[in-house]
């Protein structure tokens, strides 16, 4: 059984592009992928509908925090890209409280998609968030 200290907290994900690091955050949605069903039904077989996998899907996934000091190295990220796109290779680390790394995903051909800043209100107490969604070619293994 695993201790406190060897479960994945949701509270800490690090994020590199290309070695560079943008910060940590608070959460992560969208680490998926699937193959894209292509259904086929044989003539003169009423009781079968074939379900062919025809490729592989993945989603965009979207990176949550607190706006911070860090927050400035994902306008570096989207001006940069504004001369011209490089697709990336991304490192995403789920990471405990106490900073120990539970689990790393590497993303191949990732461009960010959108940056969405705060809604300000002088009327709110919520903190300033932002959010990165960023869209990559898969995974990297080994």
């Known amino acids: ?14 994020v590199k592009i290309d070695g560079e690091s943008l910060g940590a955050f608070t959460s992560c949605d969208g680490l998926s992928c699937e193959f894209v069903m292509e259904t086929r039904e044989e003539g003169g077989n009423n009781g079968v509908i074939w379900q062919l996998p025809t490729r592989l899907k993945y989603s965009n996934v979207k990176l949550s925090r607190v706006v911070a000091k860090d927050s400035k190295t994902i306008m570096s990220w989207f001006a940069g890209m504004a001369k011209g ?10 990471r405990t409280l106490q900073g120990t790394v539970i689990a790393e995903w590497h993303l191949v051909d990732v461009i960010p998609v959108r940056w969405t800043g705060p809604q300000m209100s002088a009327d709110s107490t919520k903190p300033a968030t932002e959010t990165l969604e960023i869209a990559h070619h898969g995974f990297l293994t080994g």
């Open 1 to 14: 059984m695993a201790g406190p200290d060897e479960e994945a907290v949701a509270v800490n994900f690090t």
């Open 85 to 94: 796109i490089k697709r990336t290779t991304a490192t995403i680390q789920a």
